[in-house]
């Protein structure tokens, strides 16, 4: 991989010859790193190949992807310039792996879930089989101003703790709305908690990797 990203790579155990396999794609919260999100698919990793990418920005106690201009407002020449690498990390490991390109998904945490849910408006369902948001947004400027891929069909996971006082809950419940206006396949679900990844929640997640799978 020619990439800048430093990253962590699971493979499918025993593979077979000529098979290709479902790949997913992590993006960590700000102040996290490459090692926080892999454990939430520990059930997944012996049939699924797993990249989980490091934000290339310093950001104390780990690392963030982009810096923000105001309270989920992000940088937008940085953020975009992410958004563009990201595609091309996904890109090179298609065609440097044995991932079947008909079952790539992405999954982000955080400021990593306003990646994941920009995503699929740049790669579209030429490229993604799905995406998954936890406790994120889908910044304006993307809903405004980007030139968006039909999301049509798409299936697209949402999950936001109702008091989540780091990022509004309200903001889940608006990206989940304006996914529906896209007309994807939209999967929500509210917790009573905070701004995490709950038991439930990572249940709920990997039974939608294994439904939009088969």
Excluded at 59 to 74: N, R, S
Excluded at 91 to 116: C, H, N, P, R, W
Aim: aromatic share 12%.
């Amino acid at each position: 991989m020619k990439s800048p990203f430093t990253f962590e790579h699971t493979a499918p155990k025993e593979q077979e010859a000529g098979k290709l396999y479902p790949a997913v794609f992590l993006l960590h919260g700000m102040g996290s790193n490459e090692k926080d999100l892999p454990g939430l698919l520990t059930e997944l990793q012996d049939e699924y190949h797993i990249f989980s990418l490091r934000g290339p920005i310093t950001q104390a106690p780990g690392y963030a992807f982009f810096i923000d201009e105001d309270f989920g407002k992000p940088d937008r020449q940085i953020f975009d310039k992410i958004v563009l690498h990201i595609q091309a990390f996904i890109e090179e490991a298609i065609q440097t792996y044995s991932i079947d390109a008909t079952k790539v998904f992405v999954l982000g945490f955080s400021q990593g879930a306003a990646l994941a849910e920009t995503l699929p408006f740049v790669l579209g369902t030429e490229r993604l089989a799905g995406a998954i948001a936890l406790s994120g947004y889908l910044p304006g400027h993307v809903k405004e101003e980007y030139s968006k891929r039909s999301v049509a069909s798409l299936p697209v996971f949402i999950s936001h703790g109702k008091m989540d006082y780091v990022l509004p809950y309200q903001w889940g419940e608006e990206a989940r709305d304006f996914y529906k206006d896209q007309q994807a396949n939209v999967t929500f679900m509210a917790f009573e908690d905070g701004h995490g990844v709950t038991p439930e929640v990572q249940r709920e997640i990997i039974r939608f990797l294994k439904q939009h799978i088969s």
